[in-house]
Every structure is written in C-alpha cells, then in structure tokens.
C-alpha cells in the first residue's frame, strides 16, 4: 500500500464534503462506494469520521436511508463490527436529522446487529 494513502484519502475526503451541496448526477453512485469502502476496508479514524459525515450528508434528504444502510449492511458478505460501528452512527445522526419519530424502526435495524459476542469488544477496543 502506498504510504500516502491515508493522506490521499483525507483529502479527496476533505474535498468532497466541501462540494457535497453541489453532487447531484453522482449522488448515488458516491453513496454506494462510500458505503462500499465501509465494508472492505479499514480506515484510519479520522478519514472514517470524515466519510461518515459526508454519507450522512448525502443521505439526509433521503426518505429510505435506513433501508439503504440495512440493505447494504445485509448484502454484504464480510460485515464486520467496524463496518457496523461506521454505520451506526451514520443512522443515529439521520434519525435526528428527520422531524418525524423514527427511533423504533433505527433501533429496531440496528439491535440484531449488535448482539454479536464479538462486538461489545470490538467497540469498546476502538472507543
């Protein structure tokens, strides 16, 4: 892996969320490889915080984001606790974003995925 990555990353990252009001064509498919990039790869902290924010701001205005997220999260194959973990807070801050009450469908999604042996430490280790 190149050394520089990380600071790539930070970036093409810092960079994206600057112009987010402006992605209109390619909304979708920044979702996806966002979201994509959660599951198959390892970010540094501060390059994962970045990228939550920016998913959240894409998918704030999206009525079906909980189902984008748990579809995604279901799909996929190698759903790890990091994953899992980058995606929680991505759906806690859009179900506080949304004027309706939405908890009990978000707690509902999020609590299969958290009863896992492995993710209590997995948390607590990254905290």
């Known amino acids: 892996m190149h050394p520089n990555i990380h600071l790539q990353k930070l970036r093409i990252i810092q ?3 600057t112009i987010h009001p402006f992605i209109n064509s390619q909304k979708q498919s920044l979702i996806d490889l966002i979201m994509e990039s ?9 390059v994962k915080q970045l990228m939550q924010w920016l998913l ?7 009525h079906t984001s909980l189902f984008i997220i748990t579809a995604k999260i279901d799909s996929s194959t190698k ?16 179900t506080l ?5 939405s908890w009990y469908s978000t707690v509902e999604a999020l609590l299969p995925w958290c009863m896992g042996a492995h ?4 948390v607590y280790s990254q905290v």
């Open 79 to 94: 759903t790890q606790p990091s994953t899992i973990v980058a995606f929680i807070v991505v759906l806690l801050h859009l």
């Open 56 to 62: 959240f701001y894409l998918l704030k205005d999206e």
């Open 97 to 101: 974003a949304k004027s309706d009450s």
């Open 119 to 122: 993710f209590k430490l997995r």
């Open 15 to 17: 960079a994206l969320l």
């Open 38 to 46: 959660f599951c198959m790869e390892i970010h540094q902290p501060c």
